[in-house]
């Protein structure tokens, strides 16, 4: 009886990397549909195909939607813990988010021979701005994981609430910030920043609970 939990301890972690990695690919499905409905938003507001800086906006929305999806689904992975564990990791992960977001956008912009795109915030106030976002979120999400929450509207709920709330505040302040240098940006930018910006805790959110929802049959998928 006492080898039993030490038995048992590789098939947990085993199944805890393969939800984590199951979010991962989930996130970058996320990435890519996010730059595609921001797209979407900009020709209907009257906006023009950006080219090749599509490719740039696209590296960095997959960047930062893997990065921080997958900072959220470690913290809730650990959430047996503490829920606020969870938060603490997703409120580290944002900022490395942010980072490689933009080092992702430099990147792809040197490639394609673009000249890189003035943010209206600074990396520093973005950085901690989602830091309290998705640490928020995490501790939500986290604590809907150790009460055995299964059904979506929660998870949703709380993407939604935040990305209200938070999102609509940096879209708000990238606006003011905007127009505060001197600069004067149009209706394409204005609704495709508030698609972004509110949309994509709701996505985190929602690629969460499938993970988790997938996760719980992991052990039929990949018997032992």
């Known amino acids: 009886?006492?080898?039993?939990?030490?038995?048992?301890?590789?098939?947990?972690?085993?199944?805890?990397?393969?939800?984590?990695?199951?979010?991962?690919?989930?996130?970058?499905?996320?990435?890519?549909?996010?730059?595609?409905?921001?797209?979407?938003?900009k020709l209907v507001s009257g906006g023009v195909f950006p080219g090749s800086l599509f490719l740039v906006d696209l590296a960095q929305g997959v960047a930062w939607s893997f990065f921080v999806c997958a900072g959220v689904g470690i913290g809730v992975s650990l959430?047996?813990?503490?829920?606020?564990?969870?938060?603490?990791?997703?409120?580290?992960?944002a900022p490395i988010a942010v980072a490689a977001a933009k080092s992702s956008q430099k990147v792809m912009a040197g490639l394609i021979g673009a000249a890189d795109?003035?943010?209206?915030?600074?990396?520093?106030?973005?950085?901690?701005l989602r830091a309290v976002e998705y640490g928020i979120l995490g501790w939500a999400l986290a604590s809907f994981a150790r009460k055995g929450v299964e059904r979506p509207l929660p998870y949703f709920g709380a993407g939604s609430a935040v990305g209200v709330l938070f999102g609509g505040g940096i879209a708000a302040l990238s606006y003011y910030a905007a127009v505060t240098n001197g600069l004067n940006p149009g209706l394409p930018k204005v609704a495709s920043t508030i698609v972004n910006e509110v949309l994509s805790p709701i996505g985190?959110?929602?690629?969460?609970?499938?993970?988790?929802?997938?996760?719980?049959?992991?052990?039929?998928?990949?018997?032992?």
């Open 1 to 41: 009886m006492e080898m039993q939990p030490a038995a048992m301890a590789p098939e947990g972690v085993q199944l805890a990397l393969r939800r984590l990695a199951l979010i991962s690919v989930l996130a970058i499905a996320l990435g890519f549909t996010m730059q595609s409905l921001i797209l979407a938003t």
């Open 79 to 93: 959430s047996k813990a503490r829920a606020a564990l969870a938060g603490l990791i997703a409120m580290i992960f």
């Open 117 to 128: 795109q003035p943010a209206a915030l600074s990396l520093a106030t973005i950085s901690v």
């Open 204 to 224: 985190c959110s929602l690629v969460i609970y499938f993970g988790l929802v997938i996760g719980r049959n992991l052990k039929a998928i990949y018997p032992q």
